[in-house]
Nanobody, 123 residues
C-alpha cells in the first residue's frame, strides 16, 4: 500500500523560506513522477512542481519558477520542495502525490496522495 507522508509546513513571513518533505513507501518508485500540489482556501487544487524519479527532470508551475525547487533522494524515497521568496499567495495546503508506474507525463493523473501540510505566508 502506497503511503506518502508530508512534513515541513508552517507559518513564515513573506520573503522567507520553507522546505517540505515527502516520505514515500509501499512500492518501487523508480519509474514514477512525484508531484507537489497546493490548495488555497476556496480554490481548486493546483499543480506546483513535479520530478521524474528516473531522470530527475523537474517541472514547475509558472507561478513558482525561480523560487521553488523540487528534488528527490532516491535512496531515502523522499521528495523535497524548497520554497524561497515566499509570498502570501503561496498560502495553502501542500500535498505530495505519486503517479502510476510508467507514467509518461508529469501532468497526468496522480492516484496516490499524502494528507497535506499547511503553509501560511504572512504579509
Amino acid at each position: 500500500q502506497v503511503q506518502l507522508v508530508e512534513s515541513g509546513g508552517g507559518l513564515v513571513q513573506a520573503g522567507g523560506s520553507l522546505r517540505l518533505s515527502c516520505a514515500a513507501s509501499g512500492r518501487n518508485f523508480n519509474n514514477v513522477f512525484m508531484g507537489w500540489f497546493r490548495q488555497a482556501s476556496g480554490k481548486e487544487r493546483e499543480f506546483v512542481a513535479s520530478i521524474s524519479w528516473r531522470t530527475f527532470r523537474s517541472y514547475y508551475a509558472d507561478s513558482v519558477k525561480g523560487r521553488f525547487t523540487i528534488t528527490s533522494d532516491n535512496s531515502e524515497n523522499t521528495v523535497y520542495l524548497q520554497m524561497n521568496s515566499l509570498k502570501p499567495e503561496d498560502t495553502g495546503v501542500y500535498y505530495c502525490a505519486a503517479s502510476a508506474l510508467g507514467s509518461v507525463s508529469p501532468y497526468g493523473s496522480y492516484p496516490y496522495w499524502g494528507q497535506g501540510t499547511q503553509v501560511t505566508v504572512s504579509s
